[in-house]
């Protein structure tokens, strides 16, 4: 076989099963690329309100049903904890109930993991090590060979030879041109 | 083709964030038998210094932005220690708040100056939307902490 025939045989392969895993890092890679801007993994809200009585002299036990009843939560609490003797908080699935005994405030914070983002992340970021990471791994070099590869897919003047080499050296030009300026200039 | 699929299917499942019966495993296996007092290490800071413990509490707060930290309550009430793991190393979900985790790490002692802590006060009000008031920053501190090596979160 000719070797630009198979070379165009390999890249449509490799290229297909790539595809799934390319989107995967891609939309990730926008969603943690703003992680300044927000969170990628969770949507996080809170609510605070007052609550009109706290009472005095009860157990942590007695003070979690009465907030609880007061805030009309009917939710199993998984467990609590007293950050300091003016504070409680409350843990319950996904959400945690924060009081405050003496401004009587309550924040309610609710925590949800964005769907299908929280697994692309975890993907992306390595999260699970162990197999995923030589997955990943056979994955990047498998970009490289496509990166690679697609240079002498064409012959001719859309070639590497042709205008091809003046994109590819514009694709390279950015992030070295970007980082001279972000080093020197900027 | 279809062996690959089945590969890459088993090679997801037998990640290193392993499910057992205990919990769910993350970073390094747990090597001491014995767990220390979270209590006791605050009680005797100098004793345990830069030695590896082990220790057992409920998760309080975890790192909201990376996973990178956690807040583990004492047996002491109104007390808590945190552990710090590089970022990337070892990531904490949110759904741990509120579990229990036995945790292995290096007791550290941080030495702070009033700047350090203002500039750790301005960078948490980033990150979380809240406001700081440098003004309540009146000196430098000594902090505790465990530096992560592995944990089970039941």
Redesign the interface.
């Known amino acids: 076989m000719h070797w630009r025939k198979l070379l165009r045989v390999l890249h449509r392969d490799i290229g297909y099963i790539a595809t799934g895993l390319t989107i995967i890092y891609a939309i990730s890679g926008i969603a943690v690329n703003h ?1 300044s801007d927000w ?1 990628a ?2 949507k ?1 809200k809170k609510t605070t309100q007052k609550i009109d009585a706290i009472p005095t002299d009860v157990s942590k036990e007695e003070m979690i049903n009465y907030v609880l009843k007061t805030l009309n939560i009917s939710e199993a609490v ?2 609590s ?5 003016t504070e409680l ?1 409350i ?2 699935k ?1 959400k ?1 109930i924060h009081l405050n005994y003496e401004s009587k405030e309550v924040t309610i914070e609710t ?1 949800n ?1 964005r769907l299908l983002l929280k697994e692309t992340n ?1 993907l992306h ?8 990471t ?2 990943a791994d056979i994955f990047s070099v498998a970009l490289i060979f496509l990166a690679i590869s697609g240079l002498f897919l064409i012959k001719g003047k859309n070639g590497i030879k042709g205008r091809g080499s003046w994109l590819t050296l514009i694709g390279f030009g950015i992030p070295i041109i970007y980082l001279l300026l972000y080093n020197f200039v900027l | 083709m279809k062996n690959l699929v089945l590969f ?1 299917f088993l ?2 499942l ?5 499910y057992s019966q205990e919990g769910v495993n993350y970073g390094k296996k747990l090597t001491l038998n014995e767990k220390t007092p979270i209590s006791e290490l605050f009680k005797n800071p100098k004793q345990y210094s830069g030695k590896i413990v082990q220790v057992e509490g ?1 998760i ?1 707060k975890v790192c ?2 990376r996973g990178c930290w956690i807040d583990i ?1 004492s047996d002491e ?2 007390e ?1 220690i945190r552990l710090k793991v590089d970022d ?1 190393v070892i ?1 904490f ?3 741990d ?4 985790i036995i945790a292995e790490g290096v007791f550290e002692e941080l030495i702070y100056t009033k700047e350090d802590l203002i500039e750790q006060g301005e960078h948490q009000a980033k990150e979380y939307g809240t406001k700081f008031d440098p003004k309540t920053v009146t000196s430098g501190k000594v902090e505790y902490r465990l530096k992560g090596l592995g944990a089970i979160v039941k």
């Open positions: 992680i969170n993994n969770y996080i998984e467990s904890f007293r950050p300091s003797p908080e843990f319950l996904g945690t925590v993991p975890d970021l390595n999260k699970f090590k162990g197999a995923w030589y997955i | 890459l090679s997801v037998l990640a290193s964030n392993t409920l309080v909201e932005k309550a009430e109104f808590k990337g990531v979900p949110l759904e708040k509120g579990k229990i």
